[in-house]
């Protein structure tokens, strides 16, 4: 595992890696991102609507194979999903885009 790698571990998309406590909080809904650029972190979907979180996202990282675009993560069709907080299902890496 590379530098890079150990400072996403546990760590909530899109809080800063500098945060005191990066990690998820208390009665958030979380996405598990598997593989890719993003491996390991999870993505707080608290809120999302069930058609948004069968969507999967389309994320901004500058970790991708094109600094500045998107990695695609996206949930496996019938996948099991958790109610309520917590990890609620995971999403896959699929790609990278501009």
Known sequence: M???EQLL?????GRDHD???PGPLPHHTYAALMGGPLDGLLLDITGWRAEEVGDGAALPTELGQ???GR???E???GEPR???PGVSCRYYYCGDTR
Do not use: I, K
């Open 66 to 68: 094109f600094p500045g």
């Open 82 to 84: 958790a109610p309520g």
């Open 75 to 77: 949930p496996r069709p």
């Open 2 to 4: 590379n530098g890079d």
């Open 9 to 13: 571990r546990g760590r909530v998309y």
């Open 71 to 73: 990695s695609v993560y």
């Open 19 to 21: 945060d005191p406590d």
